[in-house]
């Protein structure tokens, strides 16, 4: 319940608010490179559901430099080995939903998903039945996703 209650847009940009923020246990901060962050998504759909954002404030890819774009990149390559590492799934959707009529949750702050998929995972029920099922906890899932990080 306190998961659906606090489904309210917050002020402001999330993420500028999670890297400019000293708490990254608070914000679900996994890691920081010089141009981008790794965040556990706050509404996942499956666990260990990250996102990879540029620190720089920017709606599109094209907005991006070289060095944002590799740094994203490089934060994707590093949350997918950690993820096999720890959860051992059977594959991954990564991917960008730019602009809010392709999807995007927050259109004006460039990031990427990286989504754990398991044969016989539960994914549908978002898109069937409006729900969304997690067998863990996000705290449980950032403590388990931190200490390879370095945290």
């Known amino acids: 319940m306190a998961w659906i209650g606090a489904a309210t847009k917050p002020p402001?940009?999330?993420f500028c608010t999670?890297?400019?923020?000293?708490?990254?246990?608070g914000q679900m901060v996994l890691a920081r490179t010089e141009h981008a962050f790794?965040?556990?998504?706050?509404?996942?759909y499956a666990s260990g559901h990250l996102m990879v954002a540029l620190r720089r404030h920017v709606a599109a890819i094209t907005d991006a430099s070289l060095p944002e774009c590799t740094d994203i990149m490089l934060l994707v390559q590093r949350g997918v080995n950690?993820?096999?590492?720890e959860y051992r799934?059977?594959?991954?959707?990564?991917?960008v939903n730019q602009g809010a009529v392709a999807g995007a949750g927050i259109a004006d702050h460039f990031h990427m998903h990286?989504?754990?998929?398991w044969s016989g995972?539960?994914?549908?029920?978002?898109?069937?039945?409006e729900v969304r099922v997690l067998p863990e906890a996000l705290d449980r899932t950032w403590e388990r996703l931190?200490?390879?990080?370095g945290g």
């Open 82 to 85: 950690v993820l096999t590492e």
């Open 121 to 129: 995972d539960s994914s549908f029920m978002q898109s069937i039945g």
């Open 146 to 149: 931190q200490r390879h990080f």
């Open 12 to 14: 402001g940009c999330i």
């Open 38 to 44: 790794l965040i556990l998504n706050a509404y996942p």
């Open 18 to 25: 999670a890297y400019s923020s000293n708490d990254d246990r």
């Open 89 to 95: 799934p059977g594959g991954y959707n990564i991917g």
């Open 114 to 117: 990286i989504v754990p998929r």
